[in-house]
Each structure stands twice: as structure tokens, then as C-alpha cells.
């Protein structure tokens, strides 16, 4: 495939990879810390959806499925999340719902946990389900995606971390965090945190 389509930089087009070190260079990383929604204490995020490279690379992994791309995504995280997690921290990426991953192959959250996970020598928990196969949150207005997650998830185990961490890759009104949170208190009081590569 390399021979017949090979990569092109999604920044400047060089080929032979999906983003070259100039353009992730000028990728600006701003970590910010937004308050709730409870029972979310914390959501952390690394870049803004609106730079075009960063939204160009998402969209690379989600939906042309170039898993390198979730290296990149990873170790953004990684190298600005250093002193972030604690140990008896447990990660949950967010769950797609069956047959969304079945028809993607995939969930982009778990690739990244799994990385984060080995650096950070934290368990991945994978108790947390979605049981609705919802819109997608892209294509939903400011208010559909406040309720398209109504009671998606469910939590299907007891907690034994003393911090829970979400993770996803991008949060725009917080619904998705904020529900996913919601099927995790009714089984335990512990904090909950929310970090996520891109805000939109």
C-alpha cells in the first residue's frame, strides 16, 4: 500500500508519513484544566479541535483507521501529563457501543489508553459499556448532544482505584464524559477525572 498510496504529511504533504516533525511542531499544546460537570471534578485537554492539523489527525484515525495516529495522539498526552496520575489511578477509555466498533474495528480511546496505561504503569479498566448506539456526537446540534447520551452507559463492576480517569479524544459540550461519569457514580464516590487530546 505504501508503494501505491503511500503516506502524505496531512500538514505539508511530504510523503512517507501521516504527520512530519516540522508540522507536529507547530502543533500549539495548551494544557487546560476546565471545572465539572459534576460528577466530573476535572477535564484536561492538550490542543484545540480548531488547529487543522490536530482535527486532521483525529479524523485520520476515526475514520480512515491509520492507527499510527494514535502514537501521536498518546504521546501528546504523555509528554504534558507527566506528574498527572497517581498511583491506584484506573483508566477507562470511553466505550463505543458494539456495533459501532464492530463496523470502525476499533475504539481510538482504548489504542490510547493501552499506551498510557504502559508508561504510566496504570490498570485499564473496561467495565464501563455503552447500551445505546447513539448519533454520533458530530453530527448532533449544541442541544441534541446534551441529550443523545441520555443513560448510554452502564457500569458493570465494583471500583477499586481511588481516582477513576476518563479518556477520550475529543469533548466539545462534555456530555459524553459527563454521562459516562454519571453510570460510574452509582457504584462508587470516588473522583472522577476527564482528559481528552482535543476540545472543540
Excluded at 499544546?29 to 488547529?51: H, S, Y
Excluded at 504510566?120 to 447500551?131: A, H, V
Aim: overall charge positive.
Amino acid at each position: 500500500m505504501d508503494a501505491i498510496a503511500p503516506l502524505r504529511c496531512l500538514g505539508c504533504k511530504r510523503i512517507g508519513m501521516i504527520a512530519c516533525a516540522d508540522c507536529l511542531a507547530k502543533v500549539k499544546i495548551e494544557l487546560k484544566a476546565t471545572p465539572g460537570p459534576e460528577p466530573i471534578q476535572t477535564t484536561v485537554t492538550v490542543a484545540n479541535f480548531d488547529e487543522p492539523l490536530v482535527q486532521k489527525l483525529i479524523h485520520a484515525l476515526k475514520y480512515d483507521g491509520i492507527f499510527s495516529v494514535s502514537d501521536i495522539l498518546a504521546e501528546w498526552l504523555i509528554s504534558n501529563l507527566q506528574n498527572f496520575f497517581v498511583p491506584d489511578d484506573e483508566l477507562i477509555p470511553i466505550p463505543l457501543h458494539p456495533t459501532r466498533q464492530r463496523e470502525r474495528g476499533f475504539n481510538q480511546s482504548e489504542l490510547m489508553a493501552k499506551k498510557l496505561s504502559r508508561e504510566f504503569n496504570i490498570p485499564t479498566n473496561q467495565n464501563l459499556k455503552r447500551i445505546r448506539n447513539t448519533k454520533p456526537q458530530v453530527e448532533c446540534t449544541g442541544e441534541e448532544r446534551r441529550t443523545n447520551l441520555k443513560e448510554a452507559f452502564v457500569y458493570q463492576s465494583d471500583i477499586n482505584a481511588k481516582r477513576i480517569i476518563l479518556l477520550d479524544d475529543v469533548t466539545t459540550t462534555g456530555s459524553t464524559f459527563l454521562e459516562a461519569a454519571l453510570a460510574i457514580r452509582k457504584f462508587s464516590q470516588v473522583p472522577i477525572i476527564g482528559i481528552t487530546v482535543a476540545r472543540g
